[in-house]
């Protein structure tokens, strides 16, 4: 499996019969698994290692080292697979617009054309039934058009704005 630290570092990672191996070099590791973390000895150090977050789907996860965290993404056979054949995962979860959730009114526009997003930032303000509703980014991306302008009025499912 690949394996992918802080979005900088890659190693492969093959572990069979009990034997560890890193980038082809085999990795000798005493390890227990404690509470709530796992204690390892590597090279007369010590480590303490704690899980702070899984997301298990995407397959990631944030551990802390030491006290330090690092970010870790996984890729087993099968997602290389994938990758291979055109058909992973990181294409499939790309949203390309943002579509009106219920009819309401625009309120603001937050975002303008050309600038780049993160997942979780806001776009708009829709006010629906009254309430003010933040729609936010479910993805990362560069806004390519904005369909919508303050003050429009929006049906369902209609297309608020579109990704390159």
Do not use: C
């Not at 509703?133 to 479910?138: C, H």
Request: aromatic share 4%.
């Amino acid at each position: 499996m690949k394996v992918k630290v802080n979005e900088h570092y890659d190693f492969n990672v093959e572990i069979s019969n009990d034997l560890l191996s890193v980038n082809g070099s085999e990795v000798s590791i005493d390890s227990r698994s404690l509470a709530n973390h796992i204690h390892v000895i590597y090279k007369n150090k010590s480590f303490n290692i704690e899980v702070v977050t899984e997301d298990k789907t995407a397959k990631t996860s944030v551990i802390k080292v030491n006290g330090t965290l690092y970010t870790i993404e996984i890729e087993d056979q099968y997602d290389q697979l994938l990758k291979q054949l055109g058909m992973d995962n990181s294409q499939a979860n790309k949203v390309s617009e943002i579509k009106a959730p219920m009819p309401g009114l625009v309120l603001n526009v937050i975002v303008t054309e050309g600038q780049e997003v993160n997942k979780g930032d806001s776009l708009l303000v829709l006010e629906a039934m009254k309430m003010e509703n933040v729609i936010k980014s479910p993805t990362s991306g560069i806004i390519k058009k904005i369909l919508i302008n303050k003050g429009d009025k929006v049906e369902k499912n209609e297309i608020l704005i579109q990704f390159q």
